[in-house]
T-cell receptor, first 113, second 115 residues
């Protein structure tokens, strides 16, 4: 069965610092991978997705993620954090046998001034 | 432009009551998903529709949960004889096509509280 693990339920960075949110997945075949962001009192919105094209995926708001098959990872990064990045971030994988999307437990990002 | 809408936004039910949650996907979107998000957790898949066909209902936690999308647009998630453990935010998402890589557009959710 596929699964997603997000390391760290809370991450705190200073404004301007590197953001690194970790995601590892388990899958017997290359999956489709996604990062979603949920701002307070808003619905989830897609940041970026990996669909077996380029392994380095660029998303909105300066975020990017790299698919590393050997490490079964899809970590999310942003070179310089902004206060507006404070939100909850979810990594997700699509079940290759169907349409069931499996989400990680989420990582809440805090940005300090 | 209109996104995915859900109603009601908040619902309080007494244990044992039946509830119906509505999802209006983006017009023309083929696929529709329902998720349950407990406090502090990620969304958990409940069911998936392609047009009016329910292709995957493996995530429905019990036979008290039922979903339908009779005309391939609006969907309703019904929970019978609600229990306290049903308290959660119920999310709906839609995609333009049926591809697994398609972007899911999420609604704001319905927060269900069972007393």
């Amino acid at each position: 069965a596929q699964s997603v693990t997000q390391l760290g339920s809370h991450v705190s960075v200073s404004e301007g610092a590197l953001v690194l949110l970790r995601c590892n997945y388990s899958s017997s075949v290359p999956p489709y991978l996604f990062w979603y962001v949920q701002y307070p009192n808003q619905g989830l919105q897609l940041l970026l997705k990996y669909t077996s094209a380029a392994t380095l995926v660029k998303g909105i708001n300066g975020f990017e993620a790299e698919f590393k098959k050997s490490e079964t990872s899809f970590h999310l990064t942003k070179p310089s954090a902004h206060m507006s990045d404070a939100a909850e971030y979810f990594c997700a994988v699509i079940n290759t046998g169907g349409f069931k999307t499996i989400f990680g437990a989420g990582t809440r990002l805090f940005v300090k001034a | 432009g209109a996104g995915v809408s859900q109603s009601p936004r908040y619902k309080v039910a007494k244990r044992g009551q039946d509830v119906a949650l509505r999802c209006d996907p983006i017009s023309g979107h083929v696929s529709l998903f329902w998720y349950q998000q407990a406090l502090g957790q990620g969304p958990e898949f409940l069911t998936y529709f392609q047009n009016e066909a329910q292709l995957d209902k493996s995530g429905l936690p019990s036979d008290r949960f039922f979903a339908e999308r009779p005309e391939g647009s609006v969907s309703t998630l019904k929970i019978q004889r609600t229990q306290q453990e049903d308290s959660a935010v119920y999310l709906c998402a839609s995609t333009l096509r049926e591809g697994r890589a398609d972007t899911q557009y999420f609604g704001p959710g319905t927060r269900l509280t069972v007393l």
